[in-house]
């Protein structure tokens, strides 16, 4: 049995800060892929970061310099450390992994909203 929970989004300023978490189920959370995700009203879902096995981390190009995704395997635990925040950053993120957390559905995900 696997399962992946966000959480750690609410409201902030622009300019501000957030750190979300995903935390897996089962035992082979350490030798897979993760990924955040984010959709916001009315679009499509889009890849935001993604950390290798290995730790090597990946950005989209309008995230580069402000977020950093970091993985914690004794915790089972991806996060994603969003800094200086703006109003089109606001969205549920998601996250997803590779091989055994490839899941057939998204979860509830965690909804992130910043002011202008």
């Known amino acids: 049995q696997v399962q992946l929970v966000e959480s750690g989004g609410g409201l902030v300023q622009a300019g501000g800060s957030l750190k979300l978490s995903c935390t897996g189920s089962g035992s082979m959370f350490s030798r897979n892929n993760m990924a955040w995700y984010r959709q916001a009203a009315g679009k499509q879902r889009e890849l935001v970061a993604s950390?290798?096995?290995?730790?090597?981390?990946d950005y989209a190009d309008s995230v580069k310099g402000r977020f950093i995704i970091s993985r914690d395997n004794f915790k089972n635990t991806v996060y994603l450390q969003m800094r200086n925040l703006k109003p089109e950053d606001t969205a549920v993120y998601y996250c997803?992994?590779?091989?055994?957390?490839?899941?057939?559905?998204w979860g509830q995900g965690t909804q992130v909203t910043v002011s202008s």
């Open positions: 997803r992994g590779s091989g055994e957390y490839y899941l057939g559905n």
């Open positions: 950390i290798t096995d290995m730790g090597v981390p």
